[in-house]
């Protein structure tokens, strides 16, 4: 039902998530990221508990591994989910339960981990991983040319509905937070052109927020 990439850029910290699902509004449930901590992506049949306990544990310097454990066990019905994570510093940590759904995969890269359930083969996830080591631009377009990729080599088992793409930097909030949460078709395809709209006002909506003086007018009513 779900791939997803966690992923960090090595030049600027940054870390975040990519996922996408047949179900309805995967990014209000699956990923979660913390700007100087890590980033989780909980999945199959999801606890979206797991994301928050797996940060605040690697807040609390546990290795990525032994939070992730921690949190699985102190839930039980880990036989159920899939969990990637990645820390501040880079360093991996996933798990797939025995239930997982369908054909299903992780694996570990340079600086990400990508996972999924119901796919159309574990070559999959492979592509995930290939993409992100190989893409240029930033950590948002890196995670995207995973998600293509992932497209492009057959991606789920059934049609895919919902998208997310989320990134943090140095700030408490996230530096980008977008969703598809329902689309009939490509929703993947739509998060990019989200994307696309995003990035060239990313950086002023961060401007607008510590500085309102320096905030640029984009014509809106009461936006002077």
């Known amino acids: 039902m779900t791939f997803s990439i966690v992923g960090r850029c090595a030049e600027t910290g940054q870390l975040g998530i990519a ?3 047949s179900s309805i509004a995967v990014g209000a449930r699956c990923p979660w990221v913390r700007a100087g901590v890590g980033a989780v992506a909980s999945q199959n049949v999801t606890l979206p508990a797991l994301g928050p306990q797996i940060l605040d544990l690697l807040e609390q310097q546990h290795e990525p591994a032994a939070a992730m454990d921690q949190a699985l066990s102190a839930n039980g019905w880990s036989q ?3 969990v990637t994570v990645i820390d501040g510093s880079g360093r991996t940590a ?3 339960g025995s239930q997982a759904l369908g054909t299903h995969h992780a694996v570990a890269g340079e600086q990400c981990v990508a996972a ?3 796919l159309a083969g574990q070559h999959v996830i492979d592509a995930m ?3 992100f080591e190989q893409a240029p631009g930033v950590l948002a377009e890196r995670l995207l040319a995973a998600m293509a990729a992932a497209m492009a080599a057959g991606g789920e088992a059934g049609p895919v509905h919902s998208a997310a793409l989320k990134v943090v930097d140095d700030l408490i909030w996230p530096l980008v937070d977008l ?3 329902w689309a009939d078709e490509d929703p993947i395809g739509q998060l990019a052109g989200l994307w696309r709209a995003y990035q060239p006002q990313m950086q002023d909506y961060v401007t607008r927020a ?3 003086t320096a905030a640029p007018s984009y014509g809106v009513p009461g936006d002077e």
């Open 116 to 118: 999924g359930n119901m």
């Open 179 to 181: 969703r598809v949460d």
């Open 210 to 212: 510590l500085n309102p």
């Open 19 to 21: 996922i996408s699902s």
């Open 80 to 82: 159920y989910r899939q």
């Open 94 to 96: 996933f798990f797939t």
């Open 129 to 131: 991983v290939q993409a």
